[in-house]
């Protein structure tokens, strides 16, 4: 399936979920916010919450500093 995140489109197998995708582009346990076709999905359903053919998210990675 085809899904666009950050403006860039990916292929995911059918049935990928948020964690799935978190884990191709290596942002496992990073600090981030996603939203999911304009609607932020919290962490705790990242791991439950299917993609869809053309679905379009933004990842935004929090990033600390002094």
């Known amino acids: ?3 666009t995140v950050n403006n860039q489109s990916h292929s995911l197998p059918e049935g990928s979920t948020i964690d799935a995708l978190l884990a191709q582009l290596q942002l496992t346990g990073k600090r981030l916010a996603v939203e999911m076709n304009g609607e932020i999905v919290p962490k705790s359903r990242h791991n ?3 993609l869809s053919n053309g679905a379009v998210l933004e990842i935004v990675v929090a990033v600390g500093g002094g």
């Open 1 to 3: 399936m085809q899904i």
């Open 48 to 50: 439950t919450t299917p």
